[in-house]
């Protein structure tokens, strides 16, 4: 007969347990701790004043003879694609919205260098920049050793920096 209480009771505590574990709460991932502290702080992933990113592409240049742009991202304020040729990726090449990251600019106001005409920082043995009414950074970053700090700056030519300075 005692057996037969234990082996209740002891059921009947199991159950409990479970019911009790089942309910508690998960203490957030701390992604989502993150997340919830930015959003507490009122900070946004992107401005709101931040242009399209497909509204970017048409200031992109070209591909030459043989080589091929492949555009591989766009969101808002942002717009990327990679310059390939023969399957081989020589470059990626930017555009960015920084008015959410107005620091970002910083490293420009101190340039003097100029790619036609718009202050220019090289960035890193890989990357130029140009920025763009103190609103657009675009940069080609090399992918391949061939291509050079001078291929960056041809390619930086040819996007269309005056029409994007237009772009409100």
Known sequence: ??????KLLASLVLVGLLLVS????????RFEGAQQESTQRGAEAVAKEA????????????AGKGEQLVYTQEKKGFAE???KQQDQDLARMSIADITINPSA??????STEKVAGYPAVGQGKTG???LVSDRFQVK??????????????????????DGLSKLQ
Do not use: H
């Not at 600019?105 to 101190?110: E, F, L």
């Not at 970053?141 to 700056?153: N, P, T, V």
């Open 105 to 110: 600019a910083q490293k420009y106001r101190k």
């Open 22 to 29: 089942s309910c508690a709460r998960e203490a957030p991932s």
């Open 51 to 62: 242009v399209a990113g497909s509204s970017l592409n048409k200031f992109f240049p070209a």
């Open 1 to 6: 007969m005692m057996s037969r209480w234990r």
């Open 128 to 130: 130029t920049g140009v």
């Open 140 to 161: 080609v970053l090399s992918r391949d050793s061939s291509f050079s700090d001078l291929d960056r700056i041809a390619w930086l030519e040819k996007f269309d920096l």
């Open 81 to 83: 694609a990679k310059l």
